[in-house]
Each structure stands twice: as structure tokens, then as C-alpha cells.
């Protein structure tokens, strides 16, 4: 597994992450067993990044982060949180008392004194601009609260207002071949900045999975029933806001343009992870063989497979399909 550093925070984290969404909520159940097991398979396989947030589960996921690491002193997890999403979402409710609330519940959760990393989760572009909201970061990590701040972010130009301010850490969008826009600017603005990103969403809600047909359907209490066009939360977090027939399709023609016996989502999260400036590409996993074959996709970058074919598609697929569609959104 190759490792990247962490923005210029002196840490270093794995090229394929996990991001801990499904081991909260939103995905249909995941037991506590399952759950437990996913997050020993992916250390197994090299994994050191944990994503999470204070809202997954409704803290169910940090805690069962926190509980999993207990049991393992001297690990070399980095676990990343955020904040944010158990307000309303205005400006005004991002204060630094309210960061400080919100900060006690997850260390309280993940049992540390001080979190690795806190981004701010998917705030208003407001909250982004906001000179008062850094001010309140800074005096987390000066209080000894938090080590560093990143923000996660919908838009491209939110991502680019975030990298200009020059403490943060990393910033998360989601990024991958249904989501193209990053390439133009983000990922070199960060780069040039120092800043780590990391790609979430990366299979696109498991469309690139090559797993899914038109009669697949999914629990009730699945985000990929219930917000397909954006009722609950940004249509862009299901399926990278992609109309699942559509994506169907362009994943179809992307499997067939693979060499034989490396798998779309495999190819997929080396892709990503391959391209300049990506730090860590965060996929979620309900299983252990999900979480294995997601971290096994880093033996892909070792340069043994060409993905220069798949690259081609990608692009292809993309402007055919989906870009007039996708890039003025996000």
C-alpha cells in the first residue's frame, strides 16, 4: 500500500482509505460485528485512514472507530471526523462554541483527548468564506482540541475558496469518472498549496461497482432510495448525482474497456488514486470482502497493470454521457 503525506501536517496516510458512512446509517443496518470486522480487514490489507463524521449513525460510527482502536494502543490509524451537519445549515450557526460542542461529543466518542483531524461537513459556501469560522479552527487546534482542519466540500469553487487559506489541512469532494470536474483546477490548486485531497465517493454510491442492474433495488432506510433527487441531503452524495440508468450504462462501457481480470471498482479507486494531487481515495464498505477488495485496488498502482486504456474511456464515457449533465452542477 503506498502512503502520502498528509497535507504539511508531518503524518502520512494510505492511498485507499475507508470512509465509515456505511457503519453508521444511511445504508441499510450494518451490525456492530460487521462493522468491527470491516475496520480489522481494512488494516489488514495497509488502510491508516478512517473517515467519519459526528452525524454517521448519529455518532454510531465514531464509536465504533474509537472503540476498535482502544483495543489496539500504538496503532497507526489516522482518523479524520467532521462537524456540522446537526444544525441548521446558516452561517450563523458555526460558532466556536458550537465547535466546541460539537468537538466534545467526538472525542468523547472516539475516546481521545485530541482528534488526528476535523473537517467542517459540507458547510455553506458562507461558512467556507467566513474569516470568523478559521479564526474558531485555529483556536481548537491551540486549545489542543484538534491537530488540523480540512473542510469537505459540493462544489469546485467551494474547494477552491477552501485551499486559499493557509491552515487548512485537506479538503474531501467527491471525485471520480461520473465527476470530472476536480481535475480542471482542484487537484492542481491543492497540490500547489500543499493541501491533501481526498476523494470520496469514488464508486459513486456503488454504480462503479459494476455489481448493479436496472431490478437492483435497496433498503428503505438507503440513502440510494431515498434521495435519489436530492429530498433528503445534495442529489450530488447519490450515485455523484448521476441519473442511475445513465450511469448503468457508462459503467457498463467502462468494465468492457478494462484488461481481463482487473475488476471496474478495482481499476476505479487506482484511477483516482493515481491521478496528481489525490492524497487518499476514501471508499465505504457494508463487509469484509468489500473492505479487502477496495484496499487490494492500491496493488494496482504499482504500475503492473496499464490503466492508460481505462483513462482513455473514462474521459470518453464522460463527455459523451454525463458532462453536459454533471460538470455545470458541482
Known amino acids: 500500500m503506498q502512503h502520502r503525506p498528509l497535507g504539511r501536517t508531518g503524518r502520512d496516510v494510505s492511498a485507499i482509505g475507508l470512509g465509515t458512512w456505511q457503519l453508521g446509517a444511511d445504508w441499510g443496518d450494518v451490525s456492530e460485528d460487521d462493522a468491527l470486522a470491516v475496520l480489522e480487514a481494512s488494516v489488514d490489507q495497509g488502510v491508516t485512514l478512517f473517515d467519519t463524521a459526528d452525524v454517521y449513525g448519529d455518532g454510531r460510527s465514531e464509536s465504533l472507530i474509537g472503540r476498535f482502536l482502544a483495543d489496539r494502543p500504538g496503532h497507526a490509524i489516522t482518523v479524520a471526523t467532521k462537524m456540522g451537519r446537526r444544525v441548521e445549515q446558516k452561517a450563523e450557526n458555526y460558532t466556536l462554541e458550537a465547535f466546541r460542542a460539537w468537538n466534545d461529543r467526538s472525542r468523547a466518542n472516539l475516546g481521545v483527548d485530541t482528534l488526528d483531524l476535523v473537517q467542517l461537513h459540507c458547510p455553506p459556501t458562507a461558512v467556507i468564506e467566513s474569516d470568523a469560522v478559521y479564526d474558531a479552527l485555529d483556536a481548537l487546534v491551540a486549545e489542543g482540541r484538534i491537530a488540523a482542519y480540512g473542510v469537505s466540500v459540493e462544489t469546485v469553487a467551494q474547494a477552491l475558496a477552501a ?5 487548512i489541512t485537506n479538503i474531501q469532494i467527491i471525485f471520480n469518472p461520473f465527476r470530472l470536474k476536480p481535475l480542471d483546477e482542484v487537484l492542481p490548486a491543492a497540490a500547489a498549496a500543499e493541501v491533501a485531497v481526498f476523494a470520496r465517493v ?19 432506510n438507503d440513502h440510494r432510495s431515498y434521495n435519489r433527487h436530492g429530498e433528503a441531503f445534495d442529489r450530488g452524495e447519490t450515485f455523484s448525482g448521476v441519473d442511475y440508468e445513465t450511469g448503468l450504462a457508462a ?41 479487502t477488495s477496495n484496499a487490494e485496488a492500491g496493488a494496482l498502482l ?29
Open 251 to 291: 459503467a457498463s462501457e467502462l468494465a468492457r474497456a478494462l484488461p481481463e481480470g482487473v475488476t471496474l471498482p478495482a481499476a476505479t479507486l487506482a484511477w483516482i488514486a493515481s491521478q496528481p494531487g489525490v492524497t487518499t481515495v476514501i471508499p465505504g464498505a457494508r463487509n469484509v470482502a468489500q473492505a
Open 163 to 167: 485551499v486559499a487559506r493557509p491552515h
Open 202 to 220: 469514488p464508486l459513486a454510491s456503488g454504480l462503479l461497482s459494476g455489481k448493479y442492474t436496472a431490478a437492483t433495488t435497496f433498503a428503505e
Open 302 to 330: 504499482d504500475g503492473a497493470v496499464d490503466l492508460d486504456g481505462f483513462d482513455a474511456a473514462v474521459h470518453d464515457v464522460y463527455d459523451r454521457h454525463l458532462r453536459a449533465a454533471i460538470h455545470p452542477l458541482w
